[in-house]
T-cell receptor, first 110, second 114 residues
Framework: QKEVEQDPGPLSVPEGAIVSLNCTYS??????FMWYRQYSRKGPELLMY????GNKEDGRFTAQVDKSSKYISLFIRDSQPSDSATYLC??????????FGKGTTLSVSS | NAGVTQTPKFRILKIGQSMTLQCTQD?????MYWYRQDPGMGLKLIYY???????DKGEVPNGYNVSRSTTEDFPLRLELAAPSQTSVYFC?????????????FGSGTRLTVV
């Protein structure tokens, strides 16, 4: 079993839809959970950060971590064409480098 | 505010050639990383450094070498290039104890080995 599993999609939704992106992981020692957004031919940029379990909201984006199920989610409300990108989950233990999922490609049509 | 700068942006190498991918950051970050990204495969860690003079292997280090003589620079060396090294290479940096700011990535080097 890979340490971090993420469905690569692609995922296509109409503008205004609610998008749910998910990752599962196997290492119970992971404490730091992040979501990166990567536009085509660009480097990833940090979108959301969560430490341990719980929810975090930033505008139209909500990140959830369920450590008991080893499952993290990113929700995008009122999706926009500008949200079209690849979304990468990433996680780590204290003092170790981030491990990334394969990324989910999202396309939002107007 | 340059952040992380990678050069070159694109390169085509012939099998067996060598090259150095340059990475420099101006944020005084302690930690620096090299990842490679293959289509549909996410980012895989090649090497990382926790400070000048200290480097360590990541998940896929074979065929690569690194050095960290200064805080700012973290070059990645490819010796005897192989087609399997065709990929997009990303350098990133982070500050010790501030993981909540995540990694700052460069814009990548797109390498093709033919």
């Amino acid at each position: 079993q890979k340490e971090v599993e993420q469905d690569p999609g692609p995922l296509s939704v109409p503008e205004g839809a609610i998008v749910s992106l998910n990752c599962t992981y196997s290492n119970s020692a992971f404490q730091y959970f992040m979501w990166y957004r990567q536009y085509s031919r660009k480097g990833p940029e940090l979108l959301m950060y969560t430490y341990s379990s719980g929810n975090k909201e930033d505008g139209r984006f909500t990140a959830q971590v369920d450590k008991s199920s080893k499952y993290i989610s990113l929700f995008i409300r009122d999706s926009q064409p500008s949200d079209s990108a690849t979304y990468l989950c990433a996680m780590s233990q204290a003092g170790t480098a981030l491990i990334f999922g394969k990324g989910t490609t999202l396309s939002v049509s107007s | 505010n340059a952040g992380v700068t990678q050069t070159p942006k694109f390169r085509i190498l012939k099998i067996g050639q060598s090259m150095t991918l340059q990475c420099t950051q101006d944020m005084n970050h302690n930690y620096m990383y090299w990842y490679r990204q293959d289509p549909g495969m996410g980012l895989k860690l090649i090497y990382y450094s926790v400070g000048a003079g200290i480097t360590d292997k990541g998940e896929v280090p074979n065929g690569y070498n690194v050095s960290r003589s200064t805080t700012e620079d973290f070059p990645l060396r490819l010796e005897l290039a192989a087609p399997s090294q065709t990929s997009v290479y990303f350098c990133a940096s982070s500050r010790l104890g501030q993981l909540n700011y995540g990694y700052t990535f460069g814009s990548g080097t797109r390498l093709t080995v033919v």
